[in-house]
Nanobody
Framework: QVQLVESGGGLVQAGGSLRLSCAAS????????MSWFRQAPGKEREFVAA????????YYADSVKGRFTISRDNVKNMVYLQMNNLEPEDTAVYYC???????????????????WGQGTQVTVSS
């Protein structure tokens, strides 16, 4: 079992930056592939970024590539999402998710993930 708690959301103007954090507790976070997903009002949850257990490999949705960076610190059991050049279309609740690394590599499929945080709201004003 692993528990995930997101933080760092807020209100920002278009073009601004935010850094989301996900604190993992329970089993060693390095055993898990970690990802960020988001869900905008009236829309389905969508994949944002994923990072392998070692941090060596990352994977991004096309909509955020070049603007967002996912990283992790396995000593601190933290995962981060640095979001730059934010757009109003990035407004959503952002969720941290984890899946055991034994279940395969990086995935954009939310059903592959076993553990989820409660989410943090990001609002980008135009």
């Amino acid at each position: 079992q692993v528990q995930l708690v997101e933080s760092g959301g807020g209100l920002v103007q278009a073009g601004g930056s935010l850094r989301l954090s996900c604190a993992a507790s329970g089993r060693t976070s390095s055993s898990y592939t970690m990802s960020w997903f988001r869900q905008a009002p009236g829309k389905e949850r969508e994949f944002v970024a994923a990072i392998s257990w070692s941090g060596a490999n990352t994977y991004y949705a096309d909509s955020v590539k070049g603007r967002f960076t996912i990283s992790r610190d396995n000593v601190k059991n933290m995962v981060y999402l640095q979001m730059n050049n934010l757009e109003p279309e990035d407004t959503a609740v952002y969720y941290c998710a984890a899946k055991p690394r034994t279940k395969g590599g990086l995935s954009r499929n939310e059903y592959d993930y076993d553990y989820w945080g409660q989410g943090t709201q990001v609002t980008v004003s135009s």
